[in-house]
Each structure stands twice: as structure tokens, then as C-alpha cells.
């Protein structure tokens, strides 16, 4: 099966993340292209695609081996190698490429320092420039967001010549998604007009349900505050306008739990995150 798409694979060398972005005029492109495992490696998979590379890259990154090391083994042991395209990034940052002269032009890569950026089928080499341009640019930007603008700048030189569909954004490291999880981003369009912007708008909901605001930055939940969550909770339902602060409270609880805002809104301290604030402030239904 042939994947023509573009994509970058980075890692992150403030926070050790490791991550992938792809985009594809191809259905769920997310399932075939990123492979990423904390602390060991981040891999993309495409062009005629060799199924087992993805497995087999991150097996041999978590055996020691570098990204150059694990590439060159990849192709030299491969049947077919002309049709591949790989990029890959280690957990030291060291980034590979590989594309194939059997690759459906054009096609080709660009690597630097912490990334790797491929494409093939694609409008032209702007792409991969672009892509390795703003990711380039966005140093101070963190690793999720500076992938998604380099996967937007990719799409918006021309990207996928045949057009657009899935897109892709994982990001992992060692606890620091959900409950503890490896899991930073695992963001998937499978199937979409605009599915760079669509990643975008999943990208935004990710960081409201679970982005933290940090201490210093939270509101505390009295006078202005208090009266305008009051207001919120009244016109959906939820509380009675003569209600009392334990009422008050406990309807701002259960509304945090319905929305799934519950890590943002902090009863016990009497404090909400500022995200948590302004979406049920505009809050029309539940």
C-alpha cells in the first residue's frame, strides 16, 4: 500500500517528548504513519509501506541503537527497499531520514537538530522546507503545538498532491499524560475536508480537558467570579437563584464532572482555571 503524505517526527529537549504529525490525502492516515514510545524513540512510516517498520524501528531504538543505526538496519534488511520512507528521532534527539529513489515524486527529506521532516507525492520540495521552517521558529513553543504549526505550514505549501483527508498528532512521555499514562497527544482525523484544522480544533479541546492552569495563574472563585458562575449555573438548569455557597458549590462540582472540567475547577480551594472559567461562562446547554 502506498501512503503519500507528509509528516515530522521530533523530540523535545526541554521535556525529553517525543512526538509525530502527519497529514495525507489518505483514511486514517494515524493508524499507518506515527509510531512513538516515551524515552525511546518517535518513527514515521510511509510512502510503499513495510508494515512491520514501525514495530521493528522502535524495538531496535529501545535496544540502544541510535536513529541512524536503526535506519540503516531497517533498509538493509528490507526486500524491497526502494519504495520506503522513513523518519525517525531517538531519545537523545538525533534524527534520520531515508527516502527511496522508488518513492512517487516528489518526494524527499530534510533532517535537524531534534527532527526530521519527509514527504512524498507531494506538490514540491516547499513543503518539507516549510514544515522544517516552522518548527525551526517555534523553539520556545512546546512540542505538540510546534508540531502542529509545522504540519500546518507543510499543508499550507502545497502538501499531498492529491489533496487532503486524515491527519495525525501523537506526542508521549514518561507519566506526563492522563492519570499518569505516557499519552501526551494522541489526536487522529480519519477522514475529513480540512483535516490540518481539524487536528487544530481537537489540539484546542485537548488542552482544555487536560491542560493545568498553573497555581499562580487560577482564579479565585468570589465577588465578579462568583456571580457570574452563578449566573452560568442558573441559566443551565443547575442551580436556584436564592441558593447558598454549599449549594453553589456543589452544583459548580457536578457541572465540572458533566463537562469533564473537573481538573480545572478546584472546590476545595475555591479557585477555576482561566479555560474553565470562560467556556462555562459561555455555557448555553449542557
Known amino acids: 500500500m502506498h501512503v503519500s503524505t507528509f509528516s515530522i517526527v521530533a523530540r523535545d529537549p526541554r521535556t525529553g517528548e517525543l512526538g ?3 497529514a495525507s490525502k489518505f483514511f486514517a492516515v494515524g493508524a499507518v504513519v506515527p509510531w512513538v514510545a516515551a524515552d525511546i524513540g518517535a518513527v514515521a512510516v510511509q510512502s510503499f509501506v513495510n508494515g512491520r517498520f514501525g514495530k521493528q524501528a522502535l524495538s531496535l531504538l529501545r535496544q540502544g541503537q541510535s536513529a541512524q543505526d536503526c535506519l540503516k538496519d531497517l533498509i538493509e534488511t528490507d526486500a524491497e527497499p526502494d519504495g520506503r520512507q522513513l523518519g525517525i528521532v531517538d531519545a537523545r534527539g538525533q534524527a534520520a531520514a531515508f527516502t527511496g529513489p522508488g518513492s512517487l515524486p516528489w518526494a524527499g527529506h530534510r533532517t ?6 519527509q514527504g512524498n507525492y507531494l506538490v514540491g520540495q516547499e513543503t518539507v522546507d516549510a514544515m522544517a521552517a516552522a518548527f525551526e521558529a517555534n523553539r520556545h513553543m512546546d512540542l505538540p503545538r510546534r508540531l502542529l504549526l509545522a504540519l500546518t505550514a507543510g499543508q499550507d505549501a502545497g502538501g499531498d498532491k492529491r489533496g487532503r483527508q486524515g491527519a495525525a498528532l501523537v506526542v508521549h512521555r514518561t507519566d506526563g499524560g492522563y492519570g499518569g499514562s505516557d499519552v501526551v497527544v494522541d489526536l487522529r482525523v480519519d477522514d475529513h475536508p480540512e483535516p490540518v484544522a481539524e487536528l487544530e480544533r481537537l489540539l484546542a479541546s485537548q488542552h482544555l480537558y487536560f491542560g493545568h492552569s498553573a497555581p499562580a495563574e487560577r482564579l479565585a472563585i468570589d465577588g465578579a467570579i462568583d456571580a457570574e458562575l452563578r449566573k452560568s449555573l442558573i ?4 442551580l436556584s437563584p436564592n441558593a447558598d455557597s454549599a449549594a453553589f458549590l456543589a452544583s459548580l462540582r457536578n457541572v465540572s464532572l458533566i463537562t469533564n472540567l473537573d481538573e ?3 472546590i476545595d480551594k475555591r479557585e ?3 479555560p474553565a472559567l470562560a467556556y462555562l461562562t459561555a455555557l448555553e446547554k449542557l
Open 112 to 117: 535537524g537538530e531534534g527532527y526530521a521532516a
Open 235 to 238: 441559566r443551565l438548569g443547575q
Open 272 to 274: 477555576i482555571d482561566p
Open 264 to 266: 480545572r475547577v478546584h
Open 20 to 22: 509525530v504529525a502527519v
